[in-house]
């Protein structure tokens, strides 16, 4: 699985970094990307959760 960010969209609010920060984090301008490449199978879940739970609907999985 990959998951991508648009960042164009991402208002920064930290949920994914909170939910799954062994993935997402927050660069220099605030808004997140996905640092690990494909997800790594142990955080798969929380992931998925961080994607349900953003507020702007921002990240994509691919499988
Ligand atoms: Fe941005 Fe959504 Fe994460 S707004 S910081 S991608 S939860």
Do not use: Y
């Not at 164009?8 to 949920?15: D, E, V």
């Not at 301008?29 to 507020?55: G, I, Y």
């Amino acid at each position: 699985m990959r998951a991508q960010v648009d960042q164009s969209g991402c208002i920064g609010c930290g949920l994914c970094v909170s939910t799954c920060p062994q993935v997402f984090a927050l660069n220099s301008e605030h808004k997140a990307e996905a640092k690990a490449q494909p997800v790594p199978t142990q955080w798969e879940a929380d992931v998925r959760q961080a994607a349900q739970s953003c507020p702007v609907d921002v990240i994509a999985l691919l499988a």
